[in-house]
């Protein structure tokens, strides 16, 4: 198996779509000529010339409009925001607009879609540039919301969002594009909806998904150590949730924290624990725990943002809450 | 723009126009009654007095030409192919409605006459139009996108970002703004730093004009030559149309911003359907009895679209879980 980075998993995932389906066109901040702020669409505007590569002024509500437009009547955008903080500027085109077109045109125009962009706090790019999105995007029916956190995930994730025919919204983060793992040469996809286990453990679930995944990796290994057996599950599409996925392994270890690096008010894990709760309330041995961003807009101070996001001590000290050790 | 002599329309073109507009204002006159007895609720937006521009722009596309709008098109997606009984019946919430009830008077749809909507916030078809028109581009089609708005939706950002879209990348959209003077209760001039709304294009370097929308023939003239110019040139164009609309910003509005002076002038003085009858009688092409039975074929049409609309049955309530998303 070939060994790819995180970015380079992504363009091929684009590259393979839009050599299939002429009808694809991808559309942002700098995706041609410069070939991406964070080269996720190197070499793009060479194999695919101007017509489906297009570089869009600073109007993140406007090209994310023009993509649904498009969309409507039967092209298949692929929309980068050079950031999730800037596609909220979009955020009336993608839920006033991509969301409710299937719908309130009693199903007559769906939105095929794929608006993608890194997603969370990189490293000390301040307030307006280190938010995580998702409690908000899920909040909304008639989209799609897929997170990834490896290379392998990524590209079969893009893939079926790409094919997908309603607005999927695609999060991924500046610190991940260089992480490296194997990745298949033949063509493979991963549908969306389904989780996965990326460790497996019988003590206690730890539930997490895009770039805090791998410090939650990190904890597991640590709390392996201790001889505690955490079982890590990345439900990868949180909207729709794989509910089966997660109740079935809290059934299993009886025990749940749920991290993310995300406003924990009103907030995916929230959503988790709700359902979980109401699911398996007999099944669980301790409160779910959340671990979650500090309730603070994101400070520029090192230190000071480090301490705002999940880190290792936080989420293994959350793992010994639930197991009352 | 060449302006042909009168003598060269259409004899059969200029009728059609004139049933058109009836059954536009008949339609709508209609549905605010059907308001007042609580037949529907919600928002409920009249376009009466705006007839002539609809006809007008409508009577120079062809049917594979895309429109999209505001909040005030019922007529407009009448007059892109939508059978009135149909935008009823969705007006009423029924099954038979052209959105299965699930649109309502903002909200109108039909992919079969590509009319896009129907939407309900200001500005936000813009960019929509400009996505389709990209299509067509994208396709090296030559047909035309037609993107209604009001005066007030012109003063939105996404609208300033679409026109800056379709004039640098050449996309094909008419931006008509419907200027009837008023955003809701506001008049344009207390919110907009410019006097007339085609100098927006200006900054744009966009192709621009402005036409009496009160004047069926004019707009009919006036869109033909831009519409030829944009099959062409593929460019966009921003049209600053001059309206009013007799009635409020929607149902529900007593109207106190605006005299009643005001409002019986262009009644009394520049009604769209009165100009036009006046111009057929003396010219000769038809007869008082025509027009009056051409208005009571309107009437009876609205009324027809009425029953359909009464006796269509309401969509079955699990259908809410229906359409939120596509397989």
Redesign the interface.
Known sequence: MAVLTMREALNQAMVEEMDRDANI?LMGEEVGLYNGAYKVSKGMLDRFGP?RVWD??I?E???????????????R?IIEFMTWNFGIQAF??IF??AAK??????????V?IVFRGPNGAAHMLGAQHSQAYEPMLTNV??V?VVTCATPYDAKGLLKSAIRD??PVLFLESEMMYGFKGEVPEGEYLIPLGVGDIKRVGTDVTLIAWNKVLHRVLEAAEELGKQGIQVEVLDPRTLLPLDEDLIFGSVRKTHRLVIVEEAWGFGSVGAQIADRVQAECFDELDAPVVRVTNEFVPMPYNEAQEHHVMPQVDRIVQAVKDVLYI | MTSKKKTQWDKDQLIRMYQDMCLFRRFEERVGLAYTKQKFSGFCHLHIGQEGLAVGVQSVLRPTDYMISGYRSHTQAIGKGIAPRFVMAELFGKVDGCCRGKGGSMHMFSKEHRFLGGHGIVGGQTPLAAGVAFKVRYQNGDDIMVCYLGDAATNQGQFFESLNMTATWDLPVLFIVENNKYGMGTDIRRTTSVDRLWKRALAFDMAHSDVDGMNVLTVHEHVKGIVETMRRDKKPHLLEALTYRYRGHSVSDPGTYRTKEEVEDYQKNRDPIVQLERFLLENKLCSEEDLKAWDKAAKDACKEAEEFADASPFPDVEERWQHVLAD
């Open positions: 066109f017509k869009a002024p109007s509500c406007g090209f994310a409009g023009l993509g649904i437009g498009a969309a409507m009547v039967g092209l955008p009336d085109q006033n607009h077109m299937y719908y309130m045109s009693g199903g007559q125009f769906n095929p029916p008639g799609k025919n309603n």
